[in-house]
């Protein structure tokens, strides 16, 4: 079992849209729709922004989407805001119940 | 409004067990579609899942740190507990507590609620 692969940063300037990858195998992202995202601020816990690969949560804002495709899945910024700088973390079941998170992406707002 | 409460020793020897309890409150933890976890994160490092379970069990555990987790619950208390042995430096780490959801019809939510999180330092 071996983590996700996402970028380990990645950058936009308000307004802009920003996308993350993450990349997994046939046994976690590319085998089962169960791909979650948490967005983390400095000092604070992980908060689920997106689940089942492109399902919001009640009281996430519509300018995050996300989509998956093969063993990569994708989250999407439409928009970018101050407050969107944060680390950022995908998810995948990986089978037998067992989960597998992503390396974490740290999103600068410039 | 469902809320996880870590607790435990700040420090832990090298060698020794790690030993850590998150209390649910403003939920049952017997609720029929709530499973239970424990995740990690290293200082300045990415988040790894330790282990879930249900109130009546199995638990299931991170196939690297099978050897070393047991994970159990306590309803009387509204409780479940990580015990993490023979740790090391590397096990340095703010653990987090969180729950994720399942139903028939959802299928998962995985940690849709998460502790603040307890820092636990390995060093003698």
């Known amino acids: 079992q071996s983590a996700l692969t996402q970028p380990r940063s990645v950058s936009g300037s308000p307004g802009q849209s920003v996308t993350i990858s993450c990349t997994g195998t046939?046994?976690?992202?590319?085998?089962?729709?169960?791909v979650s995202w948490y967005q983390q601020h400095p000092g604070k816990a992980p908060k689920l922004l997106i689940f089942?690969?492109?399902k919001r949560p009640s009281g996430v804002p519509d300018r995050f989407s996300a989509s998956k495709s093969g063993n990569t899945a994708s989250l999407t910024f439409s928009g970018l805001q101050a407050d969107d700088e944060a680390e950022y973390f995908c998810?995948?079941?990986?089978?037998?119940?067992?989960?597998?998170f992503g390396g974490g992406t740290n999103l600068t707002v410039l | 409004q469902l809320q996880l409460q870590e607790s435990g020793p700040g420090l832990v020897k090298p060698s020794e067990t790690l030993s850590l309890t998150c209390t649910v409150s403003g939920g049952s933890i017997s609720s029929g579609s709530s499973y239970w976890a424990w995740v990690r994160q290293p200082p300045g490092k990415g988040l790894e899942w330790i282990g879930s379970l249900y109130y009546t069990g199995p638990a299931f555990y991170n196939p690297a740190l099978k050897s070393r987790v047991s994970m159990s619950v306590d309803t009387s208390k509204n409780q479940f507990s990580l015990n993490l042995m023979s740790v090391t430096a590397a096990d340095t780490a703010v653990f987090y507590c969180?729950?994720?959801?399942?139903?028939?019809?959802?299928?998962?939510?995985?940690?849709?609620?998460w502790g603040q999180g307890i820092l636990v330092t390995v060093s003698s």
């Open positions: 969180a729950k994720l959801h399942y139903d028939t019809l959802t299928g998962y939510i995985p940690f849709d609620y």
């Open positions: 089942g690969v492109n």
């Open positions: 046939s046994n976690d992202v590319g085998g089962y729709n169960y």
């Open positions: 998810c995948s079941y990986a089978g037998s119940y067992t989960w597998v």
